[in-house]
């Protein structure tokens, strides 16, 4: 795999370096997605109203991007904000959460720097209030030049909605360059996506127990691994990242292929007796 940045195992915790020597190195992902979910169940355990959770789960977003760094994963993309949150949640947790990622960035830029850390974002993200794209530019051309993992952040983001933003420049490039339908590739389809710039997750983690997609990079994960971890986001940390990176690796990946239970020859299928009745 392609390394980000130069390694710097030597800064994990002790615990982290205990699973990270467990891991094959030359089979890292080079992109892990993470849904993040459970702030608000966070709070609520502790009888705290739900800011305190998306609080502490800006933490945590902090920390495991710090952890994914120092082992050299290139991208790291993490759904910090839905479009579905946008609309559907109240306007004060909306607000909350803007005021909440300006204030990520005005923190922690300069930790992105210390941990040779690129910003991005993907999403409809021209919708969000004008002084919070101001500071998410910022933060992107501050950090612009890093070289270590590139940290994307999916704000206002919708898999369908990406889908159809997707479609509607392939059709505009299509009609412009007097392109048959017929002619249209996966490819085609790559090249318009938000994530067109990078390869497709390996391994998508979602914390919290919910079983779900949740409209979230519904494209590139067509052939990414799925963890799921009850613990919830706020009390995530680099060493659960490293943790789901190592089931990661005791899975065998096929992409559509086939394992060692193989039929090498026609010879060799024929021996079998088709039954079905
Ligand atoms: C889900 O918790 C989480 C979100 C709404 C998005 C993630 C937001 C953060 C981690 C905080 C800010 C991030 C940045 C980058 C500054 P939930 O409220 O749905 O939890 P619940 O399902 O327990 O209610």
Request: proline share 4%; hydrophobic share 40%; aromatic share 8%.
């Amino acid at each position: 795999m392609q390394h980000a940045g130069t390694l710097r195992i030597h800064e994990l915790t002790p615990e982290e370096r205990a699973v990270y020597a467990t891991l094959k190195p030359e089979s890292l992902p080079e992109h892990v997605a993470i849904i993040m979910d459970g702030n608000g169940r966070w709070a609520g355990r502790r009888s705290l109203k739900r800011f305190l959770g998306h609080q502490q789960g800006a933490k945590s977003v902090q920390l495991v991007t710090e952890t994914a760094s120092r082992i050299g994963l290139p991208w790291l993309t993490l759904y910090a904000f839905s479009l579905e949150n946008n609309l559907r949640r109240p306007k004060a947790e909306v607000n909350f959460l803007m005021r909440l990622l300006k204030s990520y960035l005005e923190g922690n830029v300069q930790r992105m720097m210390d941990n040779n850390v690129r910003i991005r974002y993907i999403g409809r993200i021209h919708e969000l209030p004008s002084e919070v794209q101001d500071k998410m530019q910022w933060a992107a051309e501050t950090t612009a030049a890093n070289t270590g993992t590139t940290l994307t952040l999916a704000l206002n983001y919708g898999g369908r909605s990406e889908m159809v933003d997707a479609f509607r420049a392939l059709a505009a490039e299509m009609r412009q360059k007097h392109i048959p339908s017929s002619h249209i590739t996966e490819e085609d389809i790559h090249r318009h996506l938000y994530t067109a710039h990078m390869p497709d997750p390996d391994l998508l983690i979602r914390t919290s127990g919910e079983m779900r997609i949740s409209n979230y990079l519904l494209w590139q994960i067509a052939y990414a691994e799925i963890f799921v971890t009850d613990r919830l986001w706020p009390d995530f940390r680099g060493i659960h990242l490293l943790e789901a990176i190592a089931d990661f690796q005791r899975r065998e990946r096929r992409f559509g292929g086939l394992g060692d239970n193989v039929l090498h020859t026609d010879e060799e299928a024929d021996r079998y007796k088709i039954a079905v009745s």
